[in-house]
């Protein structure tokens, strides 16, 4: 059973709940798309919403009495926007025909490695050779299980300011530094050296959470998992059409990156509101657009 099905409404305990689910959505997919593999391979994806932006996919292929086989299923929230516009490698999962996208965000100063959601999409674009790395534009989106909605950090418009010059000033800083620019790798150390002073000297008396204002790193063994710490900026509440299970949708800030994350009502401590901060662990996925 998939561990995410709770964060899409789905509190199921027993296997047999969750085939009755995967019967609905054979039942009346929202959208069926096919992508051949090879010339005797072909797999079907299978999407059913369950709510606005949310609902399951399936993953398999028909066999010859017309019946699907499904091979693997896994839940989806579809995020809103461009999240990146970054140069993106996909590689495929070594267990089953699923795949992972990849880019170096700037403003993370990480790889950002989320789950593809529409393979079948991204395995015809690539048979017919369309597919490039360049020019591309990402919307990102997550699924969490638990979160926190904390305080926002009191800035006056100038601290606002300021601080986005520094982001900008920071990312070009880290381009140059993978160019190989030894000015721009002194300059970011010593910027590092200088906030690891600060951090050390105010964290004596002060809390954590008043001096990192958002935060992206990642959590756990698992390469698509994610703790963030961001500014909400929109959000609302929906319910599941089959379970009436409550969801938020929250559209979150972090460090300087926009994104939706998708949250139980029950697995949220605290009330969301606009300007307050989401702190929590993300399923990152992820939909690509090859321009």
Known sequence: MHSYLRAIGFNMKKKKEIE??????IKA????????????????????????????????????????IMDYYYPYFNGSGVTTSEDVVVEKHSDKESYAGVCDEMK?????????????????GRREGSMSKQNTAV???????????????????EQKINYKEASVNRSHLIAAARQGDEEAIESLTLEDIDTYTQISRR??????????????????????????????????????????????MLSIECNEMIFDVCINKEDILGEPAVGRRFKGVIWMQGKIDFM
């Open 203 to 248: 964290i004596m008396h002060e809390d954590v959470f008043t001096l990192v204002d958002t935060y992206f790193m990642p959590y756990g063994i698992e390469c698509e998992q994610y703790s963030v710490m961001g500014e909400i900026l929109d959000y609302s509440l929906v319910k599941n059409s089959m379970t009436g299970a409550e969801i938020y």
């Open 108 to 124: 993370v100063g990480v790889s950002l490695i989320f789950y593809l959601q529409d393979v079948a999409e991204y395995m015809n």
């Open 29 to 68: 997919p929202a959208s069926i798309k096919t992508a051949r593999i090879n010339e005797d391979v072909e797999i079907t994806q299978i999407s059913k919403n369950f709510s606005e932006r949310v609902g399951l996919t399936l993953v398999g292929e028909y066999n010859e009495s017309n019946e699907f």
């Open 139 to 157: 919307t990102l989106s997550g699924l969490s299980l638990s979160g926190k909605i904390i305080l926002p950090i009191s800035k006056n418009e």
């Open 20 to 25: 009755e689910i995967v019967k609905e959505v």
